[in-house]
Each structure stands twice: as C-alpha cells, then as structure tokens.
C-alpha cells in the first residue's frame, strides 16, 4: 500500500514562527502536493512539485514555500505564521496526474 | 462562479435509503470527474472516477452530464458506514490541475 507520512498530526505555534512540515511518501511517486483544508473552502492547492528540485506555485502560494531536496520528501514552510494560517495541511502525491491522489493524514496547525 | 460548486448539506438520510449528490463544474474543458471520500477527521481517498457512459461500483453509480456540465453521484441501501464528506473533483486541462469541491456531507440514521 502507498504511503504517505506527516511528520506532526497537531502542531499549536505562535504568530511569527517559522513551521516546518515534513511530508514523506515511499512508492517512489513524482509528483507531490500540498493543500490545505478549510471549512467551507475544500482544499486548496499551495504548491506542487513534478520532480526533485522543481516546484509550482499554486493556487495560494503567499506565506508559503516548499522545498523538495529529495524524490521521497515534500516540505512545505512557513517562515512567519500568521493567524489566518490555522488550517488543516494535507500532503498528497501521485505517479502520474490521473486523478489518483494519496493523501497523508493530515497536519492540524493552529496560529495563536 | 466557482469551479465547482456542491451543496455542502448535511444530507440526513435512514438507513436503507437512496441518496444523490450533484456537483456542477464551470470549466468546459474540465477532462477528467472523479468522486473522492473523506471520514472525519481523516484523509480524502479516491471512491471512483466517472466515466462518460456513467460506472457502477456496487451500490454506488457515477454519472456525468456534460451538457448540463454536472456529474452525480447515488448511494443505493446506505449504510451507516457510508456516512462521511464526499468531494467532486475534476481534472483541468486547462491547468493540469486537480480542481476539489468543498464536499457533501452525508449522515446515516439507524
């Protein structure tokens, strides 16, 4: 089975930190996304990455960036996490973009 | 308009009965239809994609109306494990993007 890991499951942090989130996956898939979840909005896409070293900007990138070092780690960072950052942050990766997303399990992330 | 639009609920339904979701896209171009499941409190997971003929999966039949630009989804004899948030998704050709609705949710009564 395919499998994605999130490095915290909750994580409470204040405004001005940097957050570092760790996502890992281990069938050796290309693409790596990152969104987060809100209620009323569905998840939104950050960043995405096709390849080590590569990534896009997506939909809501402000606040954001990513680093992908390795073809198994997708890391998203906030260098200075504001309130509006509270979310639900979902790492997902894929071989090809078929529609087939493996999501981790999730990282909650509160900004106080 | 949004790019996909979905009527958040909740849809509270006995068990044993049928139920039907809708969810509308705007991009005409949009490829690819899919319908994903997300329980509480946990990851979104791939239910089925859907297919211009319309796919049966058990007690789950998908259905894409391109014309009216919307695909369905309907759960025959829910079960009260079928209760959780389903997602329409599709695929943008435009962007190469996968495109989330912000889910249905879906409760099944005793």
């Known amino acids: 089975d395919v499998k994605v890991t999130q490095s915290s499951r909750y994580l409470v942090k204040r405004t001005g930190e940097k957050v570092f989130l760790e996502c890992v996956q281990d069938?050796?898939?290309?693409?790596m996304f990152w969104y987060r979840q809100d209620p009323g909005l569905g998840l939104r896409l950050i960043y995405f990455s096709y390849d080590v070293k590569m990534k896009e900007k997506g939909d809501i990138p402000e606040g954001y960036s990513v680093s992908r070092e390795k073809k198994e780690r997708f890391s998203l960072i906030l260098e200075s996490a504001s309130t509006n950052q509270t979310s639900m942050y979902l790492c997902?990766?894929?071989?090809?973009?078929?529609?087939?997303?493996?999501f981790g399990e999730g990282s909650r992330l509160t900004v106080l | 308009r949004k790019e996909v639009e979905q009527d958040p609920g909740p849809f509270n339904v006995p068990e044993g009965a049928t139920v039907a979701f809708n969810c509308t896209y705007s991009n005409s171009a949009s490829q690819s239809f899919f319908w994903y499941r997300q329980d509480c409190r946990k990851e979104p997971k791939l239910l089925m994609s859907v297919y211009s003929s319309g796919n049966e999966d058990g007690r789950f039949t998908a259905q894409l109306n391109r014309a009216s630009q919307y695909i369905s989804l309907l759960i025959r004899d829910s079960k009260l494990s079928d209760s959780a948030t389903y997602l329409c998704v599709f695929l943008s050709s435009n962007t190469g993007k996968l495109i989330f609705g912000q889910g249905t949710t879906l409760q099944v009564k005793p």
């Open positions: 069938m050796d898939h290309e693409n």
């Open positions: 997902a990766s894929c071989v090809l973009n078929t529609g087939e997303l493996f």
